[in-house]
């Protein structure tokens, strides 16, 4: 899974689809070009020719600072260097009278399968996640919470680790009657936007149903959770300030924090949690 908004993903899809398309054209244009002896372009030989081409001026550009701090596209923009790195090597090479030698051409398509295969494989958790994601808020759905709750506890049940859940309920009723359905839609995006910009990169965020939503904490115990809700609760407090402004009625947000342990019942404890939850009005 790749903890982003449903937006994002679709351009991570489609950015690697014309990534893939544009390096296979530029790998031939390259292989005509050193059989046939024919001048090899500037552009290869430059040091930053990773940042130059389409996929290098998307990755590099300001709205994807966030995002390129994220495992999987760390090592996506790596691989890219390093396909880039070879290929100049192989040019300079190549730009005498002699052949380059046969160990530069086979680092260089090694390298350029490597970056294919992250690409591919990226694209591949972007369009799972993107089946999986909750179109209104870019949360995950339901569907996959008890599944990806059970896998955990398999881990749990080696490592003994801290795992905690973070149930919150936002209750936009009132929202919805003094300011439209359309302003309670807009406080749940930007909530649900608010947390994830406090969470970690491994921790998740499930639309539950309705204005329910499951925050995942992985390595978290009871206390720390409880000192993470404090600051979503105050995230969400905030989004919904935004979207309603001065008009905002009475707003109230039910939460319940609990410990995931391999033992559980997934069922009977996000019931359980959802029964017993607190009430913060705001």
Not at 77 to 98: D, P, V, Y
Request: include cysteine; hydrophobic fraction near 45%.
């Amino acid at each position: 899974m790749i903890n982003v908004t449903a937006e994002v993903l679709q351009r991570i899809v489609k950015t690697i689809d014309d990534a893939i398309s544009m390096h296979d054209k530029w790998r031939d244009m390259l292989q005509r070009t050193l059989a046939c002896r024919l001048p090899l372009p500037e552009t290869v030989f430059a040091e930053d020719a990773h940042r130059r081409c389409a996929f290098g001026q998307w990755f590099y550009s300001d709205a994807n600072t966030a995002l390129r701090s994220m495992p999987a596209l760390l090592e996506v923009g790596e691989l890219h260097i390093a396909m880039h790195s070879h290929a100049r090597k192989l040019c300079k090479r190549a730009s005498g009278q002699q052949a380059p030698p046969p160990a530069d051409y086979d680092d260089w398509l090694a390298a350029l399968a490597r970056f294919r295969s992250a690409l591919l494989d990226l694209q591949h958790k972007a369009a799972f996640t993107l089946q999986n994601v909750d179109d209104l808020t870019g949360a995950l759905t339901h569907h996959s919470l008890l599944p990806d709750l059970r896998l955990v506890q398999q881990k749990l049940r080696a490592s003994g680790a801290y795992y905690s859940l973070l149930l919150v309920d936002i209750d936009v009723r009132e929202v919805n009657q003094t300011s439209g359905r359309e302003a309670g839609d807009r406080v749940l995006r930007q909530s649900v936007t608010g947390i994830r910009e406090a969470l970690t990169a491994a921790d998740k965020i499930y639309r539950y149903g309705g204005a329910e939503f499951v925050i995942c904490l992985p390595g978290r115990d009871r206390d720390e959770a409880e000192q993470i809700r404090e600051e979503l609760l105050k995230r969400i407090a905030d989004a919904a300030r935004e979207v309603v402004g001065d008009a905002m009625p009475a707003f109230a947000i039910h939460y319940s924090v609990v410990s995931l342990v391999p033992e559980a019942y997934l069922e009977e404890l996000l019931d359980r949690a959802a029964r017993s939850t607190y009430t913060v009005d705001i």
